[in-house]
């Protein structure tokens, strides 16, 4: 079960959706959804290389000259995506790409002495793309066609031309996205654009933040830390002195960036890692408002520059940014603030078109996960055969790395006779199944370091964790029935990783390449840094291992699917409807997704939701379940309910009533979730 939610408030903290000050955001225009009257030209590729964006008409003519790079076995190669097509340029053959394999053009020779010239041509709804004075292509799309969209990905060709023209006019490419353009540069020496403040002072190109006797008492009573179960807000530990101002990030919607700013302090140690001194971008998108910052900067130190990457939201609409302390005694000091571009917007093709998406399953997912109580009693037979489930999950919640080595044993042997008999019975029952690691002891939520897992703050426990997978991937070797291994379950980083230990996706990869080596065949499931749901793809990068689906687990909006956990008080939302001054519904919960699905639209890989749930008393659960699934099922995702033989507040079989945990009833989470795993096929 998701245990936790982290919201960062606009000082940098946790906080509650909706506890933002919005009188501190810049207002931004709203983003605008592309029509087939326009489209969008983005070109990626190698670094130090232009990487130009702009906005042109429906009608152009785009002249493109490369040079081949690279030589010997391996083709230069880039891709051209037009109006949803993907066009593979290879040195001798150009192909389009389905979106499942790739259909060779034939007749076209690319390259003329190592150079090569494209061009195409758009008028209304057709296009034509000529290869050195050669059609190569001829398309036609109809009027209701979505928006027309030209992308270049991939490129390990030297461009020697790239010019757009549009009713005989050339068009100029806005460079703003760039990587290595510093986009916002604030000398921090402008009073005006900050809110004021007691503890802040203006002295030439910086600004000073010192605790005084007393707080801002709106800034104090802000909600901070983590909402647990229960829907309580833990407040600040300190006092919380900050100013903050109105930024416009809109030109950078999509865009990874680096905040860096120079910084001198004298603030002690704080009891959690995101108090003490605080640099913090704060967004607020049709559907959250969250922050991202810097963690453990504290101490008495002379001047510094700090740096963290944050990818801003492709729906934001307001942003703003906070400056600051949360400590009783101590000052900051900041100058030079500044926001640089790291990485374009994610858009289809980041990934080799050559690379096939990798699902690990021929037919479509859909089950639930379960504790072992589903091996007793006749449960397994039930979800699989009635209730037509073709996936199923059974976590081992893992002992902690100080455990004695006799006792650790005891309690894996333990654990692979549970997995053995779940694999058993899933066998006969012809479904499949995903182990998992569930790391609650992997980390302690009353350390100053805000419960980071061990594995990124202790030598030696990323090591023990790929050790465990191995002797798993040893035992499994080669046994269909198991679907997947899903490496580390809701993992979190609330500290800066220590030097020379992995951060998330670097421990993901090595537990990934472990078991690559072990058992080639076996699929893996990876989760984003848990902590940010599914913001936590902002974060992640595509793993260099093999085998490897992605995974979500969704429970937007957190104050609808977790209320009234001990079923004691009233429920204070429904959906659809008003949740935390934002409407959910449908199409709310598609923004949310954005990052998930850029992330695998870009990279061309597989989704596997791996939990979702709403609380099965929430006014509307059924309507929540349905939409959620219709979203994951239009975006090709595989799905597992979360759950079944645990706790009674997930299970569709209960009833609105909290009180009721032990007597099935007609529901109707259960009509919904039938209805769609009624399409299951069971294994070939």
Known sequence: ????????????????????????????????????????????????????????????????????????????????????????????????????????????????????????????NRTLISINGKQAAAEEYPAAAPAFEILITNLDVALEQFAVTADGKSLVLNPAIRPGTVFHADALNAPGKWRSSPAVRFDGNRIRVEATAAADEKDSDKALGTRDVFGRMEKAKQKVFITERGIDLSGLRGCEVEVSVKVKGDVAQPRVPWEGIRVVLNYATESARFSDCYYDLWGTFDWKVVTFKTRVPTFLKQASLTLGIVADTGFAEFEDFKITVTEPPRTPGMAPVSVEKYTGSPSPLRGFNSSANLIRGGQFRRYAEHWNGNIFKISWRLPGPDTPKEEFEAALEKQFRTWDEFIRQAEELNVRVILELYPSFWRNDKNPDGGTDYPFLRPGCAEQIRDIWVRIAERYKGNQTVYAFELWNEGKIRAQVKPGLPDYPAFMEMLARAVNQTDSDRTMIVQPEEWWGVYGFHKLRPLDAKNIVYSLHYYAPFSLTHQNLTGKEPNRFGYPGMVDGVYWDKETMRKEMQPAVEFCRAYNIQIHVTEFSCIRWAPGADRWINDAIELFEEFGWDWRFHAVTEWPGWSPEFGPNPFNTDRFVASPEKDVLMKFLGKNKKRD
């Open 1 to 124: 079960m998701k245990k936790l939610l982290l919201f960062l408030a606009a000082a940098g903290f946790c906080l509650a959706p909706g506890a933002i000050e919005s009188a501190f955001f810049s207002e931004l225009p709203e983003r605008r959804e592309e029509t087939n009257q326009r489209l969008i030209l983005s070109c990626l590729h190698t670094p130090g290389k232009l990487k130009p964006q702009a906005e042109i008409p429906a009608d152009y003519v785009l002249d493109l000259s490369y040079e081949q790079l690279k030589r010997g076995p391996k083709d230069s190669h880039f891709s051209l995506w037009i109006a949803g097509r993907r066009y593979l340029f290879r040195d001798h053959q150009l192909s389009w790409y389905d979106g499942k394999r790739e259909h060779v053009v034939g007749g076209i020779a690319l390259l003329q002495a190592g150079r090569a010239k494209l061009r195409v041509e758009r008028s209304g």
